[in-house]
């Protein structure tokens, strides 16, 4: 039984370039998560899909930032014009519904 | 607003206990968990408590007091391998609604 699986670990960008983060829930989740941690802070709350709708993005940066969840194939976290502040780990999870999140191993981001 | 607080370093010795506390200040409450997450790695659930009273889980025992929005985190019989940082969630709302809000976690060093 696969984990959340995140592709790719680690991806490098320059600064205005986009960045786009995949995440495969586990097999029978439909809802998935996406969370940020930056550099010794905590895991900070970023977005809440279930298939095809968004529940809640309320930690999610007003701008650049977009995520999807669609009905055939994985999540996507996409952030457009990317910053030097937008390096960091983020991860995937996913879950049942009310069930306990599991994680994925997330994607280091870096922008140079 | 959501304010959860653990203490930010904590070393013990190998073999020893320890208890890693935390308190929370949340718009609600449906359930609290606790991760362990290796630098660099994904945080790997470790137990749950919805309930008021504790939860025995190997060497592991989780403890919840709503009353008191406390918490805390019981590591028996200490291994090298414990070195980890452990993430206390708190997931506010209920109604299926599975949204987690993380505290910064606390950074865990055990000694020979």
């Known amino acids: 039984n696969a984990g959340v699986m995140q592709n790719p670990r680690h991806l490098v960008r320059r600064r205005g370039q986009e960045a786009r983060l995949r995440c495969s829930p586990m097999?029978?989740?439909?809802?998935v998560y996406w969370y940020r941690q930056l550099p010794e802070e905590g895991l900070k709350f970023m977005v809440y899909?279930?298939?095809?709708?968004?529940?809640?993005e309320s930690g999610m940066p007003k701008e650049r930032f977009s995520a999807e969840f669609p009905k055939e194939g994985p999540s996507i976290l996409r952030i457009q014009q990317v910053v030097r502040g937008d390096s960091a780990a983020y991860f995937c999870?996913?879950?049942?519904?009310?069930?306990?999140?599991?994680f994925g191993p997330g994607t280091r981001l870096t922008v140079l | 607003g959501q304010n959860i607080d653990q203490p930010t370093e904590m070393t013990a010795t190998e073999g020893a206990i320890v208890q890693i506390n935390c308190t929370y200040q949340?718009?609600?409450?449906?359930?609290l968990f606790w991760y362990q997450q290796h630098a660099g790695e994904a945080p790997t659930f470790l137990s749950y408590?919805?309930?008021?009273g504790l939860e025995e889980k190997g060497r592991f025992s989780s403890f919840l007091s709503r009353s008191k929005g406390y918490s805390y985190l019981l590591l028996k019989e200490l291994q090298m391998k414990d070195s980890a940082s452990y993430l206390c969630?708190?997931?506010?709302?209920?109604?299926?609604?599975?949204?987690?809000?993380f505290g910064a976690g606390t950074r865990l060093a055990v000694h020979p």
């Open positions: 999870a996913s879950s049942t519904g009310t069930d306990t999140q599991y």
């Open positions: 097999k029978g989740h439909s809802h």
């Open positions: 899909l279930q298939k095809e709708n968004i529940i809640d």
């Open positions: 949340t718009s609600g409450f449906n359930g």
């Open positions: 408590n919805v309930l008021d």
């Open positions: 969630a708190v997931r506010p709302f209920s109604g299926g609604y599975n949204k987690l809000i």
